[in-house]
């Protein structure tokens, strides 16, 4: 079942969404991007005549109330943003009669799911290593289920269209798609945008394909640098990970980061790269500073070659041209991870210039994706966003999609 297909007047629709926007300390919406994700898809399911059940979790309030975790705070917002009316049902798993009395048309937001520690099904305060705990455990995915009923008895169907949770097996985003049959359950909007870009970037290739790669570990992207060998071009390795390369092929490289128990993983990517033919960009240069500050002093120096004292923090200006050369020409392009500590000014430049190379290719047909807070995070700070083709709203689902791996919250609705 599709949301363009589904016949939604008359009927109450349970959505799944991402409303985990940050707030300041009075409880103020400091970004809304979230909200504003899932209107389409809230929208549409009003304007056919269905009314909404709306939920989602808040932060991590592990299984307990917590008033500064409450929903309540973000409803006027979401009543202004759907510009209608919201109901707010202050216990998400006691809402039967203010769901049953919604007319169509109408709102009800429910309290934040993670208030029960039902909705990620994991016990709670008991150790692992407790002789209890398989049995704790047991006990939690039976209560999960009844939770996850007890949410489904409140509508006709369900929309899941949260997905920066949809790597997780919760009680909202994967057990409840149990007790809807397969034509009164489906994706929202902005899961269909996620999983479609997905699906450009892992099988629906134009050629070449450019990955850039970035952030501080290897260690973390190695399952999708894995995933990608087979299917890219060119596979740029930036920022932190820099200096791991750097060291494991014998290079000196002062303070920078370095993971010293993957140095032989570094040399393996190496090898597996020839062996597939794929086109390896690692930085060549760097801009290396004598502290871990924006004010510190700094140089351009070659990144197998920085001084002691130093630290590699930025991909230099032969590494920039580099990864334009090879990011210029693609036809995807996928870029995860900063080139450099980016949230220092001066240590911008190489994030910068990637950015400048996709939106280069993408204005030359190319279809590029940007995924992971920090990636996202460059692209506005750069302001570009309007000139990629798709920004991903899902951190660790995004990669774990990426990854090759299936997604419970989409696998839920699909299988
Ligand atoms: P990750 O969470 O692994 O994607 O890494 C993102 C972080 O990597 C950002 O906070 C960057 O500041 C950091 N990063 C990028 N390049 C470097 C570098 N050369 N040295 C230290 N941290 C870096």
Redesign the pocket.
């Known amino acids: 079942m599709t949301i363009n297909d589904y016949k939604f007047a008359g009927q109450k629709a349970i959505v799944r969404v991402d409303f985990n926007v940050p707030l300041d300390s009075e409880g103020k919406i400091t970004d809304d991007t979230r909200i504003r994700g899932a209107l389409p898809t809230l929208k549409k399911i009003l304007a056919d005549g269905g009314s909404l059940i709306i939920m989602s979790h808040m932060g991590k309030p592990k299984g307990k109330v917590k008033a500064e975790l409450s929903l309540g705070q973000i409803k006027d917002a979401v009543a202004a943003a759907l510009g209608t009316g919201v109901k707010f049902a202050p216990d998400c798993a006691k809402a039967s009669d203010a769901a049953a009395a919604l007319k169509p048309g109408e709102v009800l937001l429910l309290e934040n799911l993670r208030f029960y520690p039902e909705e990620e099904g994991k016990p709670v305060g008991i150790d692992k290593e407790d002789p209890a705990y398989e049995d704790a455990k047991k006990a939690m995915k039976a209560a999960q289920k009844e939770f996850a009923k007890t949410l489904a008895s409140y509508a006709d169907c369900y929309v899941n269209d949260a997905f920066g949770t949809a790597h997780r097996k919760h009680a909202s985003t994967a057990v409840i798609a149990d007790y809807f049959d397969k034509d009164h359950k489906m994706l929202g909007y902005l899961m269909e945008k996620e999983v479609q870009a997905v699906d450009n970037i892992l099988s629906n290739i134009h050629r070449p394909f450019t990955a850039i790669m970035?952030?501080?570990?290897v260690s973390?992207k190695i399952g999708i640098i894995e995933n990608l060998m087979d299917k890219v071009d060119n596979l740029i390795l930036c920022?932190?990970m820099?200096y791991t390369f750097a060291k494991a092929q014998g290079g000196k490289i002062g303070n920078?980061?370095c993971e010293d128990d993957k140095l032989q993983l570094a040399l393996d990517i190496i090898e597996q790269a020839k062996a597939k033919g794929v086109n390896l960009v690692l930085g060549s240069d760097c801009v290396a500073a004598d502290a871990f500050s924006n004010d510190a002093h700094t140089q351009v120096v070659p990144a197998n070659e920085i001084p002691d004292g130093w630290?590699?923090?930025?991909a230099g200006p032969e590494t920039r041209k580099a990864f334009a050369q090879a990011i210029e020409g693609a036809k995807t392009i996928l870029w995860n991870?900063?080139?450099?500590?980016?949230?220092f000014d001066n240590f911008t430049g190489g994030s910068r210039a990637i950015a400048e190379a996709i939106a280069k290719a993408t204005a030359n047909g190319a279809y590029s994706l940007i995924g992971?807070g920090?990636s996202v995070a460059c692209i506005n700070k750069f302001g570009m966003a309007d000139k990629v083709s798709y920004i991903s709203t899902g951190g660790g689902a995004l990669l774990e999609a990426i990854e090759g791996k299936v997604l419970p919250g989409v696998a839920a609705i699909n299988d």
């Open positions: 970035g952030g501080s570990k973390t920022g932190g820099t920078s980061i630290e590699g923090m930025d991870g900063p080139a450099g500590v980016f949230e992971g920090d």
